[in-house]
């Protein structure tokens, strides 16, 4: 007869999240029951209780889970040029948005989006995203104008990618096309931008090589 092994209090709340992150990444909001996570678990649901009262509070943990592992996974290295450092943080999020395509979904347009907690949470991460952005293009004070650029442009990357995520019929866009796209976009916003407000390290991203 296996012996179940006595998890401490961390590791079985992380037990949970990653069962519950399963379950989102292939199901809606409101067919995911998370009395199916302590199945799974093996646990009884008082237990799955004791660490989350209700299904939005669970949900909420998972989002503030994937919102580190996003940051995580996206966080620039300074030794990269400006192109490279935008390059390989959207392909991280479009693989992260593909591999989590429903629980992305439900975050950002399904029933839990309006909970006030769970619009925090994305708050905090689109923020974060928004000044590794501003950090990358410019060393010094960022202009309003540039900062209002790239806010803007957070919610067209976002639009892409569900756009993306939602249509994958023949042809289908590949990553990369999808990625390429809203490079240019950005470029593009910030070309238009007057003089002043242009960010120091355009010139990486309209030319790589100089």
């Known amino acids: 007869m296996a012996t179940r092994t006595r998890l401490s209090p961390d590791q079985r709340r992380e037990q949970l999240l990653a069962h519950g992150a399963r379950l989102f990444a292939t199901q809606s909001y409101d067919d995911v029951h998370i009395e ?35 940051a995580e996974s996206t966080a620039p290295d300074p030794a990269h040029s400006a192109r490279e450092q935008l390059y390989t943080g959207i392909e991280s999020y479009l693989d992260h948005c593909r591999a989590n395509r429903l629980g992305m979904r ?68 590949s990553r990369d096309e999808v990625r390429d796209l809203c490079v240019g976009a950005l470029i593009g916003a910030l070309s238009a931008l007057p003089d002043a407000a242009r960010p120091a390290r355009l010139a990486e991203l309209v030319d790589p090589v100089g």
């Open 106 to 173: 439900t975050i950002h347009r399904g029933a839990a989006s309006a909970d006030p907690d769970i619009q925090a949470i994305i708050e905090r991460s689109t923020r974060l995203h928004e000044q590794r952005i501003l950090a990358a293009l410019e060393p010094d004070e960022p202009h309003p104008l540039l900062t209002i650029t790239v806010s803007s442009w957070i919610p067209l990357l976002r639009a892409a990618t569900f756009s993306w995520l939602d249509t994958p019929g023949t042809p289908a866009a």
């Open 36 to 70: 199916r996570v302590a199945e799974i678990a093996e646990v009884s649901r008082g237990l799955l209780y004791h660490y989350f009262p209700n299904k939005r509070a669970f949900f909420a943990a998972l989002l503030e889970r994937a919102a580190t592992h996003l």
